[in-house]
C-alpha cells in the first residue's frame, strides 16, 4: 500500500519535470533549436496543424531554422504561421524551403525569458508539492484506515519529502543549465 502511494508519487512527479523540460525547449536560446517552433499552428486544408506535421524543421546551424514543407503548396501558409506566431522571427520564403533566421538577443530580452524560464520553474515545483499533499493525504488516510502502521506513516512521510526535496532540485538544476544557456552569448 505505502509503496504504491510513494510510487505513484513518483511518477506524478517525474510527469511534473518531463513538462517542465518540454516548457523549457520552447524558450529561445542564442542557438536555433527546431521545438521554437513547435507551438506554430499552420492552417493546413482549413485545420490549425502543429508546424512539425507539415513540415521537416531542422536546424541548419547556430542561427538559422531551415523548414521543407511536405507539399510546396503550403509554403506561404508555413511563412504566414510563423509570422503570426508573434515569435520574432521573419521567414524568408526561397521556393522550396523557409529559412528562419534567428536574431541575436538583446540582453533585456535575454533576462524576459530567463524570468520566463523561472516562471515555469516555480510552476512545475507548485506541481511536485501538490503531488507531495495528495501523497501524504493518501499516507494519513491509510493510517486512519488501519492500512498501515504509524511507523509506516512516519517512514512514508519521510520518504515523500525526500522524494520532493530532490525533484526540487533537479528543477533547481535544469533552471540554472537554461539560464546559463540563454544567458550565454
Known amino acids: 500500500m505505502l509503496d504504491d502511494i510513494v510510487k505513484d508519487a513518483k511518477d506524478n512527479m517525474d510527469k511534473a519535470i ?11 536560446t542564442g542557438r536555433a533549436n ?12 482549413g485545420t490549425p ?5 507539415v513540415a521537416n524543421v531542422t536546424a541548419q546551424d547556430a542561427r538559422l531554422l531551415v523548414i521543407k514543407p ?6 506561404k501558409d508555413i511563412e504566414k504561421a510563423i509570422i503570426e506566431a508573434n515569435l520574432g522571427f ?11 533566421p534567428m536574431p541575436p538577443l538583446s540582453t533585456e530580452r535575454r533576462k524576459e525569458y530567463v524570468k520566463l524560464s523561472k516562471t515555469k520553474g516555480e ?8 503531488v507531495r499533499r495528495d501523497a501524504n493525504e493518501m499516507i494519513k488516510e491509510a493510517t486512519k484506515e488501519g492500512s498501515i502502521t504509524q511507523d ?12 520532493t526535496d530532490a ?4 528543477i533547481d538544476d535544469l533552471l540554472a543549465a537554461k539560464e546559463k544557456e540563454i544567458m550565454e552569448v
Open 18 to 28: 518531463d513538462g517542465l523540460k518540454k516548457g523549457l525547449l520552447t524558450i529561445r
Open 34 to 45: 527546431p521545438s521554437m517552433l513547435d507551438n506554430v499552428r499552420v492552417d493546413y486544408y
Open 49 to 53: 496543424t502543429p508546424l512539425n506535421q
Open 70 to 75: 511536405f507539399e510546396k503548396r503550403i509554403i
Open 90 to 100: 521573419n521567414p524568408v520564403n526561397d521556393g522550396d524551403f523557409v529559412r528562419v
Open 123 to 130: 510552476d512545475a515545483k507548485v506541481a511536485i508539492r501538490g
Open 152 to 163: 509506516d506513516e512516519k517512514r512514508g512521510l519521510k520518504v515523500v519529502q525526500d522524494a
Open 167 to 170: 525533484y526540487v532540485k533537479k
